[in-house]
Nanobody, 121 residues
Framework: QVQLVESGGGLVQPGGSLRLSCAAS????????MGWYRQAPGKERELVAH???????NYTDSVKGRFYISRDNAKNTVYLQMNSLKPEDTAVYYC???????????????WGRGTLVTVSS
């Protein structure tokens, strides 16, 4: 079984920064993609940033130039550096990974439980 554990959320003032971390553990053969999604109150979950297996990254338009996704493949960990935070960035942030399980080589799609980011003065 594969699990994702997010950390780094919290309360920050507008203009501030936070760094989210998400570590995958369990029976992993290979991780392909890792990404961050968010869901604000009353809104649908949306993709924030994605990191593919070949190093390709993409971001939703509203965070380009402010958020940066990075990975430590040796640790099966993905990070989201969030700068110049705005009140509209307030949401629960979820980590998602795809890949293959060890042993069975079954394809995986795993979500974390989420971490709350609140941007407010």
């Amino acid at each position: 079984q594969v699990q994702l554990v997010e950390s780094g959320g919290g309360l920050v003032q507008p203009g501030g920064s936070l760094r989210l971390s998400c570590a995958a553990s369990g029976s992993i053969f290979r991780i392909n993609s890792m990404g961050w999604y968010r869901q604000a109150p009353g809104k649908e979950r949306e993709l924030v940033a994605h990191s593919g297996s070949g190093g390709f990254t993409n971001y939703t338009d509203s965070v380009k130039g402010r958020f940066y996704i990075s990975r430590d493949n040796a640790k099966n960990t993905v990070y989201l550096q969030m700068n110049s935070l705005k009140p509209e960035d307030t949401a629960v942030y979820y980590c998602r990974t795809t890949g293959f399980a060890a042993g069975s080589f079954r394809s995986l799609e795993v979500w974390g439980r989420g971490t709350l980011v609140t941007v407010s003065s």
